[in-house]
């Protein structure tokens, strides 16, 4: 009975992990990095902003050796954030009701002989605008952005943890171009720019 009950725990054990895996689920905080990025250089439109503080720390968790920028090394820029506001419905007295709140993050990533890819991360918030709270909105607008930007962040280590099949798409681009500057001359291939862009959206009252 016992060894009984230990093979049909390791089988739905190991149908819950294969379910898990076709669903393409992962622990939060733990991404599968690919070889071409276990070492990076890491640059910045605000090199001491808080975006820039929170993907260092990011990658150093997941033991990403980070180095001066160099022609060999593969290189994480960051390139932009951004927020905005959009009304989306009003009360009958013409105030507003209700807005999205958008953030934007925009980063590269180069990989030596490999391609260069560039990536948006875009998530929204819905929220409830109570015009008699205009102080507590302002500061829940400033909470709403730091929690974005956190979230932004973890969404970048998990499109870090795809880069291996936009690379492959590189290679496979790379070997039909020379198949066919074999056949005729041609002009060399450039870069391919892929651009990813994630969204999340969310309701929530203002406080």
Same mark, same amino acid.
């Given at each position: 009975?016992?060894?009984?009950?230990?093979?049909?725990?390791?089988?739905?054990?190991?149908?819950?992990?294969?379910?898990?895996?076709?669903?393409?689920?992962?622990?939060?905080?733990?991404?599968?990095?690919?070889?071409?990025?276990?070492?990076?250089?890491?640059?910045?439109?605000?090199?001491?902003?808080?975006?820039?503080?929170?993907?260092?720390?990011? %990658?150093?968790?997941?033991?990403?050796?980070?180095?001066?920028?160099?022609?060999?090394?593969?290189?994480?820029?960051?390139?932009?954030?951004?927020?905005?506001?959009?009304?989306?419905? %009003?009360?009958?007295?013409?105030?507003?009701?209700?807005?999205?709140?958008?953030?934007?993050?925009?980063?590269?990533?180069?990989?030596?002989?490999?391609?260069?890819?560039?990536?948006?991360?875009?998530?929204?918030?819905?929220?409830?605008?109570?015009?008699?709270?205009?102080?507590?909105?302002?500061?829940?607008?400033?909470?709403?952005? @730091?929690?974005?930007?956190?979230? @932004?962040?973890?969404?970048?280590?998990?499109?870090?943890?795809?880069?291996?099949?936009?690379?492959?798409?590189?290679?496979?681009?790379?070997?039909?171009? @020379? @198949?066919?500057?074999?056949?005729?001359?041609?002009?060399?291939?450039?870069?391919?720019?892929?651009?990813?862009?994630?969204?999340?959206?969310?309701?929530?009252?203002?406080?």
């Amino acid at each position: 009975m016992d060894l009984f009950n230990t093979v049909l725990r390791s089988l739905l054990v190991a149908m819950v992990s294969l379910t898990i895996a076709s669903c393409g689920f992962a622990l939060r905080g733990s991404y599968n990095l690919p070889d071409e990025v276990d070492k990076v250089s890491l640059t910045s439109f605000d090199p001491y902003g808080e975006l820039t503080r929170q993907m260092r720390n990011a %990658l150093r968790q997941h033991n990403v050796q980070m180095v001066s920028p160099s022609d060999d090394v593969a290189n994480i820029e960051l390139l932009s954030e951004s927020d905005s506001a959009q009304t989306l419905s %009003l009360y009958q007295n013409s105030r507003v009701a209700e807005k999205e709140f958008r953030y934007v993050a925009r980063y590269r990533v180069t990989v030596p002989e490999k391609g260069s890819y560039t990536y948006n991360t875009t998530l929204s918030r819905n929220f409830l605008d109570n015009p008699l709270t205009a102080l507590a909105k302002s500061v829940e607008q400033n909470k709403l952005v @730091a929690e974005m930007r956190t979230e @932004a962040t973890r969404q970048i280590m998990r499109q870090l943890s795809q880069l291996k099949g936009d690379i492959a798409a590189f290679e496979r681009q790379q070997a039909e171009q @020379a @198949a066919l500057e074999q056949l005729e001359q041609g002009e060399a291939p450039t870069e391919p720019n892929v651009i990813i862009e994630t969204r999340q959206t969310e309701t929530q009252p203002a406080q």
